[in-house]
């Protein structure tokens, strides 16, 4: 694998408020590996999402996509590479005030690239792969939130993006909502998308996922797969897998 297939951060420390997120954090998504990243609230997973992307600029180390490092870098710099990369909000963050189908064509409306048939075409598509094409012209109001998270995987797929990013996507969902999404996850998986996601979900984890990683007190204590998180001796992780009354989370 080089580094032209990976997304990257290298000893990267991040601070808000005086609190530390993460520090002296090395990590690393390679093309085809889906990966979950796991830790308890507020220890800074949709944060790394976040400085992955660009949208936040660590105060030490350094972000790569590819060969190229975007840290410090104007943002109209990498824009094109960052195409590459899509994102699924926790909430679906669709745009009220338009219709499923102008969510999903945002994107490509606003690039200007393609005719409005080629761009319906493409709308029409990522709904019917997501199996919800029949609301195409309702209003985000009008759909249950199962829903929402599937058009906003729609609109993520919209641009052919290699890497999908997913924050917390199976929060507030019944169990057939998880099941859809967990479904869907593996159908992009096969079709060669690279995932990423953080969650607190441990079954959804283990069902998309082959790497892990878990994040405690700014720091990655584990990185590995499901059996050899199951089997770690960390304390932290076992309390995670398997939370007690003396839980050190308590």
Partial sequence: ???????????????????????????????GVN???????GAGKTTILKLLLGLLQPDAGRVCIGDVCI?????????????????????GALFDSMTV?????????????????????IIRE????????PALDLYPAELS???????????????????????EPT?????IGVYNICNLMQRLQAEGKTTLMVTHDLETAFRTS??????????????????????SRLPEVQQFLRPTVESLFV
């Fill in 1 to 31: 694998m080089t580094s032209s297939d990976s997304i990257r951060m290298e000893k990267l420390s991040y601070t808000i408020g005086g609190r530390r997120i993460l520090e002296d954090f090395d990590f690393s998504l390679e093309r």
């Fill in 35 to 41: 990966r979950t990243i796991l830790g308890i609230s």
């Fill in 71 to 91: 840290t410090g870098v104007p943002e109209s710099d990498f824009m094109e590479l960052r195409k590459r990369i899509a994102i699924v909000f926790q909430g």
């Fill in 101 to 121: 189908g102008e969510n999903v064509g945002y994107r490509l409306f606003e690039e200007g690239r393609l005719s409005q048939v080629e761009i319906e075409q």
């Fill in 126 to 133: 990522k709904l019917s792969f997501v199996g919800v094409e």
């Fill in 145 to 167: 939130g199962g829903m929402k998270k599937r058009v906003a995987i729609a609109r993520a797929l919209a641009a052919d993006p290699d890497y999908i990013f997913f924050d």
């Fill in 171 to 175: 929060t507030g969902l019944d169990p």
């Fill in 210 to 231: 082959q790497r892990f990683t878990f994040l405690h007190q700014a720091r990655m204590i584990f990185e590995g797969t499901q059996e050899e998180m199951r089997e």
